[in-house]
């Protein structure tokens, strides 16, 4: 097991890794860039996570979109797919038609 943790790659082009669950994601939440820019984050390199992971994801899109931000998901691991799909949030992170950007490429 790993705490979260954010890492840039390039501007604008993080990487997500580690545990997003219910005791990480509160000092993840902090370290999050909320800025009127648009970050396409790969999140190949999450090891586990659960519905508070998933609620990180969306609230940090919801802060994204309040300042003018976008958010782009790449390599969404299948447990995330899951969890949104059960939770009946896929619509918001996968979009029409990946329209949101949430692929698995």
């Given at each position: 097991m790993s705490n979260?943790?954010?890492e840039e790659r390039h501007p604008g082009e993080l990487i997500l890794r580690g545990d997003l669950r219910a005791p990480e994601v509160p000092a993840l939440l902090d370290s999050l860039?909320?800025?009127?820019r648009h970050y396409e984050v790969d999140l190949g390199g999450i090891e586990r996570i659960d519905s508070a992971g998933l609620a990180l994801i969306l609230e940090w899109q919801r802060r994204l979109a309040s300042v003018g931000g976008s958010l782009v998901l790449r390599h969404p691991p299948d447990?995330?797919?899951?969890?949104?799909?059960?939770?009946g949030v896929?619509?918001?992170l996968l979009?029409?038609?990946?329209q949101m950007g949430m692929t698995e490429q």
């Open positions: 979260g943790a954010l860039p909320v800025t009127a447990p995330l797919v899951r969890l949104a799909q059960i939770s896929d619509k918001l979009g029409d038609d990946d």
